[in-house]
């Protein structure tokens, strides 16, 4: 019976073809948890660059050290990571020349946008990236005055004193910022916030508000205004550096121009992904 048996061969070919398709599934399935895993183990090393072992990084991300330790090798393997002995591991020199590639595409986007600033409020601007409980300096436009602030270029800050830092503390939850920084932190000056409950009830302003502000917190006698950047290429803050004085003073101008900044900024990097 050639129709039986033809028939027979479809509904039998269909059947092998649908277990295929849910093995396909299972596997792109267990691809994608092995992905997300790697980048959970990354974004913990991030935040801790003065390296951690294989069981810190464990507790760190919720899963059996047996599982961190093959993922660790792969990426070790790949140059992700690295081994830098007592101190555990760190981000490896693959992944660091990844980064650099994108800073370097950032500040070449940003820069035009940051000199604006500078030029319309004329005062320093700088673009600044998270690093763990620092920020690091990335680039900057120095203004053109006699009383300006110049801060070193490649210049780490905590993340929770600076306005660029608590503009990208903001973006994350607060379960998130306590495991970061813990209960109370160092202060830098004597007007420091270092305390967590402190800090957290000035980055609910900051969430609602889409500007952080700081006086003298970081260094006495300047005050900082910052707004976050969250895009595809990563978080990086824009902050004026501004003395005290002058901020009181000229509050709604940069004010309104550091928010249209970070407007442009945004419009012209999402221009870019969508190309």
Partial sequence: MPLNTCGFYLKRKRSVTTHDSHATDEE???????????AS??????AHPEGM??????????????????????????????????????????????????HSDIIAIATPFLQALCNETNETVTLARPSGRQIAIVHMVVANRELRVVPRF????????????????????????????????????????????????????VRQ??????????????????????????????????????LHRHYPALHTAILACRASLMGEIGRLDRR
């Fill in 53 to 102: 072992s294989l069981g810190a990084i464990a507790q760190a991300v919720a899963l059996p050290r047996s599982t961190v330790q093959r993922i660790v090798a792969a990426l070790a393997d790949e140059g992700m990571v690295r081994s830098h002995g007592s101190s555990g591991f760190r981000l490896g020199p693959t992944l660091l020349r990844l980064v650099a590639t994108v």
């Fill in 154 to 205: 490649g210049l780490n800050l905590p993340i929770y004193s600076t306005s660029g830092g608590r503009a990208l503390l903001a973006l994350s939850s607060d379960d998130e910022i306590r495991r970061l920084l813990g209960e109370t932190f160092e202060p830098v000056t004597a007007d420091t916030v270092c305390d967590i409950d402190t800090l957290l009830g000035a980055l609910q302003q």
């Fill in 28 to 38: 792109r399935s267990g691809g994608i948890q092995v992905i997300s895993r790697a």
């Fill in 209 to 246: 508000q889409g500007v952080a502000v700081e006086h003298g917190e970081t260094l006495e006698g300047i005050s900082s205004m910052g707004v976050a950047i969250d895009t595809l290429l990563g978080r990086y803050s824009v902050s004026l550096l501004v003395p005290t004085d002058r």
């Fill in 41 to 46: 183990i990354l974004n913990a090393l991030g």
